[in-house]
């Protein structure tokens, strides 16, 4: 019963020098950690070890830092089901953890433990060893009870990987602490993020926004017509990418193979079947309809992503940094749905679509503050860490 | 009513990478089963795919040798199927961003006219595993061998400008010749780094109708393509004249048979573009330095062969069909020798001989150096045409100079009068009757008499002096 949140401790003691000495991170099991299980919460990797480690790993290592274990997750990642995000940081087992964000998980985790969850920028970490669901959206989340950690974490990590193609060729920006000024700092509302919230949930949002209005920040209302079709291009192009990736889970080569299979195509069908729970597999099923019977629906969808990543950037010319509301994760314990679960995320999926930073700060325990987003326009990482930091002392009375 | 066909071909070239593509495994597919595999090419979790530069290079180059418009932006896609040959469930491959548009081969047609046979566009894609099936028992299974997963192929797709199986014969001979030149692939059909397939229809000739189109593989020769087109094109026309429908479908060539026969239905995956393996750009600049690399293509070479050494079109054309054969060439021209000299012995004389040696010419001790030494001797008259083929031979089986051999073999031409005129003599007493045909007028008695002094001198007269010595006697 020792481990509620951790499906794996790390059996070595924490001998690291650097930087990070003596933080203790904890990883999911979809983080390569050599000869670590990494099953990613699914039965289609059911005992696989990873080889070598992942360059996350190897860097939060080499900067001293301590992976003190796996944390439960859900398969692949894909929404909270079965997660125990954020636990090990809440019982004091981690002082961080990472935490794949496909849709919003870090950032959810993160209110679910009244922690900081942070997704960087797309594209700043090498996603070498990571086994992943939907390349293009996802990001290694960083969530942790104070900023700091993650501003280190991420100074650690970020930056060119020669094994890592896929990251842009572009220069790795300073994640040194900022000052900010709120005079200098306008922070932006998109109008209908807040059309959808329930009424005592907009109440609540509402007082957080007075609140940065008190700290001296203007803030500006914005509209953006187009925001609704967030959680539609994510649920198309997500499933493709998910349908893609995991297309390798064949039980060719790794994995378990189903018995009783009369030829291959059986064999598929019975091994596949058997490899994924209920929620990925429509997922799944949902990708290869958009590829094989509903193309133009993807290539639309793609080009709706492309427009609305700069309708983002056109309010970044007039805002600094963005506020969201941010749903609370409820789990009602029955099985989610895709719906459900697109649902949930409603409010940070922004974030994956664009690519850039967003950042869940939460309450100051024992006051009726609520728990918000922020972003930044991408690259912004190291300014959205300094604003949230600005934020976190004025909630908490400091200046 | 008369028919035409209407032909695309779509050919696989495997290039002569040291890597694969994606990953550092060797590109050797032929190695024991399963040896250079990696978690890349076995697409393991948490494993990224890294595009090589030398694929990239090889098949800009290859697409700049078939005139093709390199693209500044090309992108992989994934290919969706499953099967067991297929690592991830998609295989790589630049399906809406080509590499190249265009490009072309001039051939030259039945008629003898030049036809320009255009390229559509050349595209990169990897290899997919090797699938072995074998009995276990009584029980079959199917074994895959990943050598060969993400080897680097480049897939070049013509227009259907081909009306004969002819045209897509030359087409194929003159695309292995200028891959081969660039230095891209041994574009070899006999050992599969050239795979071709043939898409076929018929019209009625003289219309522009494009019909329903039949794709024909598992060809393995130019022969074969020929014949398997040839095939095609007289079954299809005997079903449309039977009022049948041609119906879009796959078929494979029997070798053995030599016809075309249905296979499965073909399955086309859609395409996606792939979020992992980024974009490539290509800047003017680098398309110009790739440029600067390509060889003088086989074409051109044959012009400038032609005008600088006055060889004829098919001589030329012979030479440039192989660079080092060519450059061979161009080194004993190099060395002083005639270019007709070069010619004629380079081709009727060393290379039948490095073929009845089964060598490679590059692989032989007879380097053009060393030839052009022996063809010196020749052209100074000491030694003569049959001496020269003796020494030939001997040179292949030691490394003396030419020069060394033909003194210590006494292969040296005999051309002092004093010892000519002694053998003269000689055979002229012998052959009474040959002397007097001569002197009647009858001109082949000289022949034979010349070939008399000859065998008299074992060899090694000059039969060009013993020709002036005997006119002088006897005429």
């Known amino acids: 019963m020792m481990d509620k949140a951790f499906i794996y401790r790390n059996p070595g003691a924490d001998n690291g020098a650097g930087p990070l000495k003596g933080l203790k991170v904890a990883i999911q099991p979809n983080i390569s950690k050599e000869g670590w299980p990494t099953e990613a919460g699914s039965n289609a990797l059911v005992n696989f070890k990873a080889l070598e480690d992942a360059t996350i790993v190897r860097r939060l290592q080499g900067a001293g830092a301590y992976i003190c274990g796996s944390t439960r997750m859900s398969e692949f990642g894909f929404g909270l089901e079965g997660s125990s995000a954020g636990e090990s940081v809440q019982h004091n087992d981690a002082d961080a953890e990472l935490v794949l964000d496909l849709m919003g998980e870090c950032r959810l985790a993160a209110g679910r433990a009244s922690a900081c969850g942070f997704k960087p920028s797309y594209g700043l970490i090498s996603r070498l060893g990571l086994v992943g669901l939907i390349p293009s959206m996802e990001c290694y989340g960083m969530l942790s009870?104070?900023?700091?950690?993650?501003?280190?974490?991420?100074k650690a990590v970020a930056g060119p990987d020669e094994m890592d193609f896929s990251l842009p060729d572009e220069k790795t920006p300073d994640f040194s602490a900022h000052k900010i000024d709120p005079k200098k700092n306008t922070i932006g509302l998109i109008t209908e993020a807040q059309a959808s919230l329930p009424a005592g949930r907009e109440k609540t949002f509402r007082a957080a926004v007075e609140e940065l209005k008190k700290a001296g920040f203007t803030v500006r209302e914005m509209s953006m017509p187009d925001f609704p079709l967030f959680s539609l291009v994510h649920m198309i192009v997500g499933s493709v990418e998910a349908s893609s990736c995991a297309g390798r889970y064949d039980s060719v080569r790794y994995g378990r193979r189903a018995a009783g299979a009369k030829n291959w195509n059986d064999m598929y069908l019975l091994s596949r079947g058997a490899a994924f729970g209920l929620l990925l597999k429509s997922y799944l099923i949902q990708g290869a309809f958009f590829q094989f019977d509903r193309y133009e629906a993807f290539e639309n969808a793609c080009r709706i992503r492309a427009r609305l990543i700069k309708e983002i950037q056109h309010l970044a010319s007039q805002a600094e940094f963005l506020a969201f509301p941010m749903d609370s994760?409820?789990?009602t314990g029955a099985p989610a749905s895709l719906a459900g679960t697109y649902a949930q995320f409603s409010s940070t999926i922004i974030a994956n679509i664009t690519g850039q930073p967003a950042l869940y700060l939460p309450p100051v325990?024992?006051?009726?503050?609520?728990?918000?987003?922020?972003?930044g326009p991408r690259l912004s990482d190291g300014r959205l860490l300094a604003l949230g930091e600005h934020i976190l002392n004025a909630r908490r009375g400091g200046k | 009513m008369e028919f035409e066909a209407v032909i695309g071909l779509e050919i696989h070239v495997e290039l002569n990478c040291t890597t694969k593509m994606f990953c550092d495994c060797p590109n050797r597919p032929g190695d024991e089963p399963n040896i250079n595999t990696c978690p890349i090419c076995l697409w393991f979790p948490g494993a990224i795919p890294r595009f090589s530069q030398e694929a990239l290079e090889k098949a800009s180059l290859l697409c700049l040798g078939l005139g093709a418009e390199l693209q500044p932006k090309s992108a992989f896609d994934q290919k969706v199927y499953y099967y067991p040959d297929l690592p991830k469930g998609f295989q790589l491959s630049q399906a809406h961003l080509p590499l190249s548009r265009g490009g072309g081969i001039e051939i030259t047609d039945e008629s003898g006219k030049p036809k320009m046979l255009r390229?559509?566009?050349?595209?990169?894609?990897?290899d997919v595993a090797k699938l072995v099936h074998e009995m276990e028992g009584r029980l079959p299974i199917s074994?895959?061998?990943?050598?060969?997963?993400?080897?680097?192929?480049?897939e070049i797709v013509t227009q259907p400008d081909f009306r004969t199986p002819y045209e897509a014969m030359e087409f194929l001979k003159a695309l292995r010749t200028q891959v081969r030149s660039v230095g891209s692939s041994e574009c070899s059909m006999d050992n599969g780094t050239m795979r071709v397939d043939a898409n076929i229809s018929i019209r009625p000739r003289g219309t522009d109708q494009m019909n329903t189109k039949v794709e024909v593989k598992n060809m393995n020769s130019v022969r074969h393509v020929g014949d398997a087109i040839a095939y095609e094109i007289s079954r299809q026309s005997a079903a449309v004249q039977a009022g049948e429908t041609v119906m879009l479908h796959t078929r494979l060539w029997d070798p053995e048979k030599k016809v075309t026969l249905p296979m499965r239905a073909k399955f086309e995956g859609p395409c996606v573009p792939d979020p992992a393996v980024p974009v490539i750009e290509l800047s003017q600049e680098w398309i110009e330095k790739m440029r600067t690399r390509l060889p003088e293509m086989p074409a051109a070479k044959a012009e400038r062969l032609v005008a600088q050494h006055g060889l004829t079109a098919d001589e030329a054309l012979f030479l440039s069909s192989d660079a080092e054969v060519a450059g061979y060439f161009e080194e004993l021209v190099g060395q002083g020798i005639a270019p007709r000299t070069a010619m004629h012995w380079l081709t009727t004389?060393?290379?039948p001989a490095v073929k009845e040696r089964k060598l490679e010419l590059g692989g032989s001790h007879i380097n053009p150096a060393r030839f052009a030494v022996l063809l010196r001797m020749l052209s100074n008259n000491e030694i003569n045409a049959n001496a020269a083929r003796e020494?030939?031979?001997?040179?292949?089986d030691s490394d003396e100079s030419p020069e060394t051999i033909v003194s210590a073999r006494g292969f040296r031409q005999v051309s002092d009068t004093v010892t000519l005129d002694a053998l003269i003599e000689r055979v002229l007493a012998e052959q009474p009757a040959a002397v007097a045909d001569l002197r009647s007028g009858q001109g082949k008695a000289m022949?034979?008499?010349?070939?008399?002094?000859?065998?008299?001198?074992?060899?090694?007269?000059?039969?060009?002096?013993?020709?002036?010595?005997?006119?002088k006697k006897l005429i």
């Open chain 1, 145 to 154: 009870g104070n900023i700091k950690n993650i501003r280190d974490m991420l």
């Open chain 1, 329 to 331: 994760y409820d789990s």
């Open chain 1, 365 to 375: 325990s024992g006051t009726a503050q609520t728990g918000f987003q922020l972003a």
């Open chain 2, 119 to 126: 390229i559509h566009h050349i595209h990169m894609e990897e």
């Open chain 2, 143 to 154: 074994l895959v061998d990943f050598n060969r997963a993400g080897s680097p192929l480049v």
């Open chain 2, 349 to 351: 004389q060393l290379l």
């Open chain 2, 391 to 396: 020494v030939l031979a001997h040179m292949f």
């Open chain 2, 447 to 471: 022949g034979f008499l010349i070939g008399q002094v000859m065998q008299a001198s074992g060899g090694k007269a000059n039969p060009k002096i013993i020709r002036e010595l005997l006119s």
